[in-house]
């Protein structure tokens, strides 16, 4: 097992002048993939202040990205994080070829192995909740097993073990970590709570 979960925190709504706060607690609690997405207030200047004071300890960028043009910024205030709610070849393709990690939202196969033949390593089953670990284990098993494949939406730690036993890489969560309006304290509170299910779901 890695020696830290693999949970994305989605921090959606986030502003600029709590993202360091809030990164702090999240990475305290043992998080170490934090996605700003693009439909938050000013999302390039918290992605910046991000990166700069945490981009040594955790993976961070942006979600919601729709276009390269916005690979690019992202890319241009130091972000490292390319999540989509979508499969966008051109977008994939211009991550991968920036040397970014990305992770594309996919719902069908088919979609998956196109997200796959763009060069994504790492998908997103987006929105989970709504097809249920039954669906990741079936696109899992054709899959090439050296993709992995997370579970976004839905998902938290009240319901862990099914996904798991899916066989999910990961999870991307939001709500259940952050919205606005919640303290750091909270986040952090919510954070750690949410990794002591998941290690204690992985490790029995």
Not at 133 to 154: E, T
């Amino acid at each position: 097992m890695p020696s830290t979960p693999p949970i994305v925190a989605i921090l959606r709504g986030v502003k600029p002048d709590e993202v360091l706060d809030v990164a702090a607690a999240l990475v305290e609690a043992g998080i170490e993939a934090i996605e700003v997405p693009m439909n938050s207030p000013e999302p390039l200047v918290s992605i910046g202040k991000l990166c700069a004071a945490f981009g040594d300890k955790a993976l961070c960028g942006a979600g919601t990205v729709l276009s390269p043009e916005v690979v690019d910024q992202v890319a241009g205030v130091g972000g490292k994080l390319i999540v989509t709610p979508n499969i966008d070849v051109e977008v994939i393709r211009h991550a991968v070829k920036r040397g970014l990690t990305v992770m594309p939202g996919f719902a069908t196969p088919s979609e998956a192995f196109a997200a796959v033949k763009a060069g994504a390593r790492s998908l997103k089953l987006f929105p989970a909740g709504t097809f249920g670990p039954g669906h990741i284990k079936a696109v899992r098993d054709v899959l090439p097993k050296d993709v992995s494949v997370y579970a976004v939406g839905g998902v938290g730690a009240a319901n862990l073990e099914p996904w798991i036993k899916a066989g999910v890489a990961g999870i991307g969560v939001g709500g259940e970590l952050y919205r606005p309006g919640y303290t750091a304290e909270e986040v952090g509170a919510r954070a750690k709570a949410l990794v002591a299910a998941w290690t204690e779901q992985t490790t029995q």
